[in-house]
């Protein structure tokens, strides 16, 4: 029998709280400011780094010698935390959190993959349940591989069946080409479609398209 595995981005899919999502966008801009001392735009130099390298404090060592160390303790401050908790604790989150935890229990295996340090992805993990567990190279964003490189993917067991819901198109083209990896886009509230891979709008949907898959995935391997 296939290996069930649902593989969850976290940023944009599992936390979409408008307000937090600035708040982290605004810390990455400032940090860019702040590596950047003379650069006049750091709003779009923050995007076009992100948009070429899959992440700022990527962008910023490639492209400038920059050590970028110290992103993650910059960008994923206290405040940003804070308010990550009262996202978690919140009636919305909890409620999506209890259909993921019952996937859980009906033999799938949940892992967050993100490139958001683990001080991020494990708190997401923990507001979900016991049983899901976390891949985020972002932990370390001098030497590991990030989405959407390859190598990135590598920490997946090869042989195992992986459905892959992301919001990044570009993440989940990376996906599209590996043996047993099926992407699914995140999309809320859009009626685009793409023609290479289901989209869906919300984590009921996620959830329901894991359990109708379920029994196609002995056929997928």
């Given at each position: ?55 700022t ?13 110290d ?45 958001s ?10 507001a ?19 989405k ?35 992407p ?38």
């Amino acid at each position: 029998m296939a290996f069930k595995s649902l593989v969850l981005d976290i940023d944009g899919v599992l936390v979409r709280d408008r307000r937090l999502l600035d708040h982290v966008r605004h810390n990455c801009v400032r940090y860019v400011a702040k590596k950047l001392p003379e650069c006049k735009d750091p709003a779009y130099t923050n995007r076009l780094l992100y948009a070429t390298a899959g992440h700022t404090a990527r962008g910023l060592q490639n492209n400038f010698g920059i050590d970028t160390s110290d992103f993650n303790k910059e960008v994923y401050d206290r405040p940003v935390r804070d308010r990550l908790w009262e996202v978690l604790s919140g009636t919305q989150f909890q409620e999506e959190a209890k259909e993921i935890h019952e996937l859980t229990q009906n033999g799938w295996r949940v892992t967050l993959f993100t490139n958001s340090p683990i001080e991020w992805a494990g708190e997401v993990a923990r507001a979900i349940g016991d049983q899901v567990y976390v891949v985020c190279p972002g932990s370390d964003v001098v030497t590991s591989p990030l989405k959407p490189e390859a190598r990135a993917f590598t920490d997946f067991a090869k042989h195992h069946t992986h459905i892959f819901v992301d919001d990044s198109l570009t993440n989940l083209t990376t996906a599209r080409w590996l043996p047993n990896w099926h992407p699914v886009h995140f999309n809320p509230g859009s009626t685009d479609r793409v023609d290479w891979c289901p989209t869906v709008g919300s984590i009921w949907e996620v959830c329901l398209f894991a359990n109708s898959a379920d029994y196609e995935i002995n056929n997928w391997q």
